[in-house]
């Protein structure tokens, strides 16, 4: 069974850090593409960092540059979101997404059910 689990939200400061986790099992971990994706209420569902299969390339929204990194320990089936200097602007439920290109184009694309992040003081 396919399942990706996050995990690590919580309320936090201003200023304060967060580490998310997103456990994978029932699938190869280590050939799909993560991305974390935040949706706040009221607003679209926005990529916030994404890492290649084998962790090799990275990339983040404009937003969250400089203070969030993403990771991946593809031994532990999980891939993380560190985030630190946490803004009020930064509450979102936060998911993550696995996705896998086969050579014949089809795609397969699993979710997370999310973890609340609340940064307020």
């Known amino acids: 069974q396919v399942q990706l689990v996050e995990s ?10 967060l580490r998310l986790s997103c456990a994978a099992s029932g699938f190869t971990f280590s050939s799909y593409h993560i991305s974390w ?20 390339s990275t990339r983040y929204a404009d937003s969250v540059k400089g203070r969030f990194t993403i990771s991946r320990d593809n031994a532990k089936n999980t891939a993380y979101l560190q985030m630190n200097g946490l803004k009020p602007e930064d509450t979102a439920i936060y998911s993550c997404n696995a996705v896998f290109h086969t050579a014949l ?3 397969y694309s699993y979710w997370g059910q999310g973890t609340q992040v609340t940064v307020s003081s």
Do not use: H
Not at 8 to 17: A, H, K, M, Y
């Open 37 to 56: 994706y935040r949706q706040a209420p009221g607003k679209e569902r926005e990529l916030v960092a994404d890492i290649t299969d084998t962790g090799g």
């Open 8 to 17: 690590g939200g919580g309320l936090v400061q201003p200023g304060g850090s």
């Open 105 to 107: 184009l089809k795609i």
